[in-house]
């Protein structure tokens, strides 16, 4: 089984629609990110979070909302979803400062 | 904003051959970091040097950084076609922590059998 899970792996969606990603983790980790990766770029941040209380906004939140639910869970929100939003979106997991541990991704296509 | 910035954007060798690649970066870093990622996979960390060291080995691995100059490379010895991927570097700015990544736009290695 994967450390680090998001479901789901591709969604195709509509403009306008609230869409949900999830992402949840068995490695223990405390600190868990969202990252957006187009064609061309690297990896951008869209927001992180060190434990449950404590939610920060990365590089580019502007459109997207996140949920720590609980230390295994971090899902990332997108409230009217818009086509400049299609991408590959990567949940990460580090334990404190070590590096990152990436999930598969998900494939989302807003049309 | 893009910190680290890999060269070549593209690179296809034989198997057997050794690959190098290349990341530029414009401020100060605390350390440097490159990730693999497999076609439709997630990035997995290969190793990490920091701004005091210049150079690491892992396996197959060798890393140099030369921060006089803000590049790094990263060299493939006796690649293989599982080796096919793109390679990311990433740097965490000096007095920054690892949870703040920026994140080159990789260089795609194909390792042909």
């Known amino acids: 089984d994967a450390d680090v899970t998001q479901t789901p792996r591709n969604r195709i969606t509509k403009t306008g629609k609230r869409i949900m990603l999830e992402c949840s983790q068995t490695?223990?980790?405390?600190?868990m990110y969202w990252y957006r990766q187009d064609p061309g770029l690297g990896l951008r941040l869209i927001y992180y979070?060190?434990?449950?209380?404590?939610?920060n906004k990365g590089e580019i939140s502007d459109g997207y909302s996140v949920s720590r639910q609980a230390q295994a869970k971090f899902s990332l929100s997108l409230e009217s979803a818009i086509p400049n939003q299609t991408a590959l979106y990567f949940c990460a997991t580090s334990d404190q400062d070590q590096p990152q541990h990436f999930g598969d991704g998900t494939r989302l296509s807003i049309l | 904003s893009q910190q680290g910035e890999e060269d070549p954007q593209a690179l296809s060798i034989q198997e057997g051959e050794n690959a190098t690649m290349n990341c530029s970066y414009k401020?100060?870093?605390?350390?440097l970091q490159w990730y693999r990622q497999n076609s439709g996979r997630g990035l997995v960390h290969l190793i990490l040097i920091r701004s005091n060291e210049r150079e690491k080995h892992s396996g197959r691995l060798r890393v140099t950084l030369d921060t006089s100059k803000k590049s790094s490379s990263l060299l493939i010895t006796a690649s293989r076609a599982a080796d096919t991927a793109s390679y990311f570097c990433a740097t965490v700015p000096s007095g920054g922590s690892n949870y703040k990544l920026t994140f080159g736009k990789g260089t795609l290695l194909t390792v042909n059998p």
């Open positions: 401020t100060s870093i605390n350390n």
């Open positions: 490695k223990g980790h405390d600190r």
């Open positions: 979070s060190f434990d449950v209380k404590d939610i």
